[in-house]
């Protein structure tokens, strides 16, 4: 059932917009959360709302005996990333035999680019047409939330403390957490299901800040502009020479923090950059922040007052010094993977999720895997055991005591 759910959730568009004010950045994010709101009372969880911002919240009582012990929120995001196409999603199922894969569109997922794919010969995976996003992440982590509360409330034999379910709209633009009624969630501990391949339990993300610098040009006829023309897509290069080049995400890994430009755009009136900073190291972090604001700073002593602005917003921290007081969420998190057959993978995010923005605002959520792959991308797919895998692994997570 968790799979149907996933191919039924995956056909509607929640790509999230920057750009956008609202909140939802796009109002077709409601579409999907109106629709879980009617999965979930048809589960059993009759309080199932969207509220105005387009959040979803529902509620189910403890199984017996279990009335008393703190509530357990279960999180994930209903958008998708603006990185790639998340309109007319078509899922495929395919039985992977090894090699490369073929999509339709011609685009291939190979073994060089995706090394994940050596553990998951002879499994079936639901891919993409190459021409979109498939949407794992975080349908995916919705699809496994909502079968394991819609298992619980079926089978009043299955222990488990109180359960809160919090969907959220805007976590690919950084913005997943700021309207969360934790009053409405009300819960002690949380866990989000956003991410990665099947067995991940994360604790540790990267400090986050957004970038955008605005360059201001002077433009006249190209024959008449010597001393004269200020060419903003100049400036813009002359910024972009000045970042480490050896700070490049192509270059970085593990804990290592990075400067990623996402878009450059404009002519010779304005040109605009925009870029993230990440780093898990605050200090460093810090230091990313500086170098930025400081290169903005040489470009405009280059080109004149008035030339450059630079705007730097942090977007989440690491949420590791909330974690570490409650580390037996992580320890419980290893037992339940391992009650279910699945190795866990305890490793540091290189991303966030909503998880970190709540670890701050009092509810401690650490991060488990979905079992999607190659996120963002039209490479994107996910083994169709993981889905039900994540489902026994909730089952076992919240059978445990906290």
């Known amino acids: 059932m968790v799979v149907e759910r996933f191919l039924q959730y995956v056909t509607f568009d929640t790509t999230s917009d920057e750009d956008s004010a609202t909140c939802p950045s796009t109002e077709k994010q409601k579409k999907l959360a109106e629709y879980l709101v009617g999965e979930l009372k048809a589960a059993g969880l009759t309080d199932a709302h969207m509220d105005e911002n387009g959040y979803v919240y529902a509620h189910l009582a403890a199984s017996a005996g279990r009335e008393n012990d703190p509530a357990l929120a279960l999180i994930s995001h209903m958008d998708t990333s603006p990185a790639a196409s998340g309109a007319g999603v078509r899922?495929?199922?395919?039985?992977?035999?090894?090699?490369d894969i073929t999509l339709?569109?011609?685009?291939?997922?190979?073994?060089?680019?995706?090394?994940?794919?050596?553990r998951l010969a002879g499994e079936t995976l639901i891919v993409t047409d190459g021409t979109t996003l498939l949407g794992a992440d975080d349908k995916a982590g919705v699809a496994e939330i909502v079968e394991t509360v819609a298992r619980l409330a079926a089978d009043p034999t299955l222990p488990h403390p109180p359960i809160s379910v919090c969907f959220t709209p805007d976590e690919e633009i950084g913005r997943g957490a700021d309207l969360v009624d934790l009053e409405k969630v009300n819960a002690r501990y949380g866990y989000t299901v956003d991410g990665g391949m099947l067995g991940e339990i994360e604790y540790e993300n990267f400090n986050a800040a957004g970038v955008k610098v605005i360059f201001h040009g002077v433009n006249i006829h190209p024959g008449s502009a010597k001393g004269v023309?200020?060419?903003?897509?100049?400036?813009?290069?002359?910024?972009?020479?000045?970042?480490?080049?050896?700070?490049?995400?192509?270059?970085?890994?593990?804990?290592e923090g990075f400067y990623h430009v996402t878009s450059l755009s404009g002519d010779e009136t304005r040109?605009?950059?925009?870029?993230?900073?990440?780093?898990?190291?605050?200090?460093?972090?810090?230091?990313?922040?500086?170098?930025?604001?400081?290169?903005?700073?040489?470009v405009a002593a280059l080109w004149g007052e008035g030339t450059v602005a630079c705007d730097v917003t942090d977007s989440y921290y690491n949420m590791r010094e909330k974690i570490l007081p409650c580390m037996f969420l992580i320890d419980n998190a290893k037992a339940a993977m391992q009650a279910a057959?699945?190795?866990?993978?305890?490793?540091?995010?290189?991303?966030?999720?909503?998880?970190?923005?709540?670890?701050?605002?009092?509810?401690p959520c650490p991060n488990l895997s979905t079992g999607g792959v190659n996120f963002h991308s039209v490479r994107e797919f996910i083994p169709e055991g993981a889905l039900g895998k994540m489902v026994e692994v909730l089952l076992h997570l919240v059978a445990l005591k906290f």
């Not at 899922?91 to 992977?96: A, G, L, Q, V």
């Not at 339709?104 to 090394?115: C, E, N």
């Not at 002359?238 to 700070?247: C, G, H, N, V, Y």
């Open 341 to 363: 057959g699945v190795t866990p993978i305890v490793q540091p995010i290189r991303g966030g999720t909503d998880g970190a923005r709540l670890s701050y605002m009092g509810l």
């Open 271 to 298: 040109a605009e950059v925009r870029m993230i900073l990440r780093d898990h190291d605050r200090a460093l972090f810090e230091e990313k922040k500086a170098t930025v604001k400081r290169i903005a700073d040489e």
């Open 91 to 99: 899922p495929t199922r395919i039985r992977y035999a090894g090699g």
């Open 104 to 118: 339709a569109s011609g685009v291939k997922i190979t073994p060089a680019d995706t090394p994940e794919l050596a």
């Open 229 to 255: 023309m200020k060419n903003a897509c100049l400036m813009a290069r002359d910024f972009l020479t000045r970042l480490p080049a050896e700070e490049d995400p192509a270059h970085t890994e593990g804990y």
